[in-house]
């Protein structure tokens, strides 16, 4: 796939690549990451026409993609990157580049995502405080857009375990997001303590109710909602949801600055079982979090749906690494890292505006899709073909030669500086060190 090759009529060809060097000669029909910093091709990517639920609102999915470089001690800025194996005790830390992702969803069965943003996590960045920015710039852009208006239903967030998202929905509560989030099955949850109840002794009201433990049905209360539908893969889904169940919050990790009294941060826990896994295996219940309080037994079925779609965002990393290449090359500067992770992004997005066109190109052992419904692997195959369609492609890219480099024999007498992959920041845990750490500075 040529990826210069473009036609600025033609919908297709208006998210293109730009290397460096390439001019463009209309900038008025400029498109995702044309311009050296990717925040032209963020707007963009905004501005376009995203897909949406079933009932019209726009679900977004978060999450991290790891860029591995364990022989690369050249590398700056690497941080030890969680890479999960396939036996017991068979995950590694290996040294890599992990790069936050935001993507908007589809309704259905499919391996097509939006990718909006990419953020690459520094050695000094807090996950949960960067993910809050991005999440915050990615919802900020799309109203500008207009893709989100007063009076719609608000943005749907999925995430999976590793997110605080009791912390994000505190963070983003000024924005019209709903966050839906997957808890470990290990945690805890509190009901409300109920009315305000005098006691002869007097004191302190109490601030927490009776506590609900995942793992002992004993402590479950009769849960608000109850629903129960039929698919096609999973057989039976059970969904039960308990009401304003809300976290222990403590003065620690990112509620150390908290000024006050730590806040109740309600939500609406949801318990989903099925019947069965592909596989006939055992499937284990999956517990979520979402930020939202009163719904009915449809708002629930809606939230774990949309939570299943999440995983659709694997596809698009399998995608990503396997048939574009993302971490082929061997790049020493992170930035270059940064910059070719948006030319990957702008490749996806212009295969996906050519899905009405391209032609299924399916092997013999492969089935026919219908129309519209290519994977993006098929759509890739065909791409190619498009070029008869176009009214004015573009010309073919003047090849250049290479430069001397090095003379033959001679050698590299200033080595590059080595770095040690890992966090430079201390994360501070407990209050009281806080505290002192404090009292030292001022």
């Known amino acids: 796939m040529d990826l210069r090759r473009r036609d600025r009529q033609d919908p297709v060809h208006r998210v293109h690549l730009e290397?460096?060097?390439?001019s463009h000669h209309r900038p008025a029909h400029r498109a995702p990451c044309e311009a050296a910093e990717p925040e032209d091709g963020r707007r963009l990517l905004a501005s376009m026409l995203l897909p949406r639920a079933a009932d019209g609102r726009i679900v977004l999915a978060v999450d991290v993609s790891n860029w591995l470089r364990p022989d690369a001690p050249t590398s700056s800025e690497l941080l030890f990157c969680h890479v999960y194996g396939r036996g017991r005790s068979a995950d590694q830390f290996i040294p890599g580049w992990p790069y936050s992702f935001v993507a908007a969803l589809e309704t259905g069965r499919t391996s097509w995502t939006a990718v909006l943003d990419a953020i690459r996590l520094g050695p000094a960045d807090d996950a949960t405080a960067v993910t809050a920015?991005?999440?915050?710039?990615?919802?900020?852009?799309?109203?500008?857009?207009?893709?989100?208006?007063?009076?719609?239903?608000?943005?749907l967030v999925v995430m999976d375990t590793g997110y605080d998202v009791t912390r994000l929905a505190y963070v983003l509560a000024d924005l019209p997001v709903e966050l839906v989030g997957r808890l470990r099955s290990d945690r805890v949850m509190l009901r409300d303590a109920g009315p305000r109840r005098s006691t002869p002794r007097g004191g302190q009201p109490r601030k927490h109710g009776g506590v609900l433990t995942f793992s002992k049905p004993e402590s479950w209360h009769t849960p608000?909602?109850?629903?129960?539908?039929?698919?096609?893969?999973?057989?039976?889904?059970?969904?039960?949801?308990?009401?304003?169940?809300?976290?222990?919050l403590q003065a620690r990790g990112p509620w150390l600055d908290h000024c006050g009294e730590l806040p109740l941060i309600h939500g609406t826990l949801i318990r989903l079982k099925v019947e069965h896994l592909p596989g006939d295996r055992d499937p284990k219940p999956v517990w979520l979090w979402s930020s939202r309080t009163?719904?009915?037994?449809?708002?629930?079925?809606?939230?774990?749906?949309?939570?299943?779609?999440?995983?659709?965002?694997?596809?698009?990393?399998?995608?990503?690494?396997?048939?574009?290449?993302?971490?082929?090359?061997?790049?020493?500067d992170p930035h270059t890292a940064d910059l070719w992770t948006?030319?990957?992004?702008?490749?996806?997005?212009?295969?996906?505006?050519?899905?009405?066109?391209?032609e299924d190109l399916r092997?013999?052992?492969?089935?026919?899709?219908?129309?519209?419904?290519?994977?993006?692997?098929?759509?890739?195959?065909?791409?190619r073909h498009l070029r008869a369609k176009t009214a004015r492609p573009a010309g073919?890219?003047?090849?250049?030669?290479?430069?001397?480099?090095?003379?033959?024999?001679?050698?590299?007498?200033?080595?590059?500086?080595?770095?040690?992959?890992?966090?430079?920041?201390?994360?501070?845990?407990?209050?009281?060190?806080?505290?002192?750490?404090?009292?030292?500075?001022?």
Request: glycine share 8%; hydrophobic share 30%; aromatic share 6%.
């Open 19 to 22: 290397e460096e060097g390439v």
């Open 133 to 155: 920015a991005q999440l915050r710039e990615v919802v900020t852009r799309l109203v500008h857009a207009g893709q989100w208006r007063p009076g719609d239903a608000d943005i």
């Open 224 to 248: 608000d909602q109850t629903t129960t539908c039929d698919t096609t893969r999973y057989g039976t889904a059970e969904a039960l949801a308990w009401d304003r169940m809300h976290p222990r």
């Open 294 to 332: 009163g719904m009915t037994g449809q708002d629930v079925d809606v939230r774990w749906q949309a939570f299943l779609r999440r995983f659709d965002l694997e596809h698009t990393f399998r995608l990503f690494k396997q048939t574009l290449g993302w971490t082929v090359p061997k790049v020493r």
């Open 342 to 358: 948006w030319l990957i992004i702008a490749a996806h997005t212009q295969l996906r505006l050519a899905r009405p066109l391209a």
């Open 363 to 383: 092997r013999p052992w492969e089935r026919p899709a219908e129309p519209r419904r290519l994977t993006p692997a098929r759509v890739r195959r065909g791409f």
């Open 396 to 442: 073919v890219p003047k090849p250049s030669k290479p430069g001397p480099g090095r003379p033959p024999g001679s050698k590299n007498r200033r080595s590059a500086p080595r770095h040690e992959p890992g966090k430079t920041v201390k994360r501070i845990e407990t209050l009281t060190e806080h505290v002192r750490l404090k009292q030292q500075r001022g």
